[in-house]
T-cell receptor
Framework: GAGVSQTPSNKVTEKGKYVELRCDPI?????LYWYRQSLGQGPEFLIY????????DSGLPNDRFFAVRPEGSVSTLKIQRTERGDSAVYLC???????????FGSGTQLSVL | DQQVKQNSPSLSVQEGRISILNCDYT??????FLWYKKYPAEGPTFLIS?????DKNEDGRFTVFLNKSAKHLSLHIVPSQPGDSAVYFC?????????????FGKGTHLIIQP
């Protein structure tokens, strides 16, 4: 499709496990963003990539969270030693460059039991 | 500390009437403001934006007003239609028009009643 694709759409895991969430941005979009939306809250910024490099990772809550974008296209958000408080919808967005409109994917609903 | 506040969790409006969604912010460095609309199980979609050098931006049925001195913006939808029922998020940026690291409010659930 032409939009931002996120997989899986739902992920259920146990406390302490490792998870990877994938984002496939719109083709040609150089900027990629990860957000987290907890129940009853707005999306919360996590990290921003311009090309392959993380231009701003100030929103990552702690060192259990890590994201990569090795070829400047697909990105993976990695969460180690998951905790129940990590349960949320993880949203990915892309844009054609800094300052351009963001296009969001449908998100991955992560549930940590 | 919420830098972008949407104090109404929900709003119910009759079809055909005007819907007014409000948003307040505390960070005086914000210079670009956006509204996003979100349906269940979908990601937010961009609706309309405004730069701090303007006080109004209009796009069809949607108008955003910005009052910088009051640090307040509002989204007007007129006339409201059933398809407008969704959660609306106000977002702000201090990057001079950049979308880096948008700060979102908690959202307002707009319900359009037939």
């Amino acid at each position: 499709g032409a939009g931002v694709s996120q997989t899986p759409s739902n992920k259920v895991t146990e406390k302490g496990k490792y998870v990877e969430l994938r984002c496939d941005p719109i083709s040609g979009h150089t900027a990629l963003y990860w957000y987290r939306q907890s129940l009853g809250q707005g999306p919360e910024f996590l990290i921003y990539f311009q090309g392959t490099g993380a231009a701003d990772d100030s929103g990552l809550p702690n060192d259990r969270f890590f994201a990569v974008r090795p070829e400047g296209s697909v990105s993976t958000l990695k969460i180690q030693r998951t905790e129940r408080g990590d349960s949320a919808v993880y949203l990915c967005a892309s844009s054609s460059g800094p300052g351009e409109k963001l296009f969001f994917g449908s998100g991955t609903q992560l549930s940590v039991l | 500390d919420q830098q972008v506040k949407q104090n109404s969790p929900s709003l119910s409006v009759q079809e055909g009437r005007i819907s007014i969604l409000n948003c307040d912010y505390t960070n005086s460095m914000f210079d670009y403001f956006l509204w996003y609309k979100k349906y269940p199980a979908e990601g937010p979609t961009f609706l309309i934006s405004i730069s701090s050098i303007k006080d109004k931006n209009e796009d069809g049925r949607f108008t955003v007003f910005l009052n910088k001195s009051a640090k307040h913006l509002s989204l007007h939808i007129v006339p409201s239609q059933p398809g407008d029922s969704a959660v609306y998020f106000c977002a702000a940026s201090e990057q001079g028009g950049g979308a880096d690291g948008l700060t979102f409010g908690k959202g307002t659930h707009l319900i359009i009643q037939p």
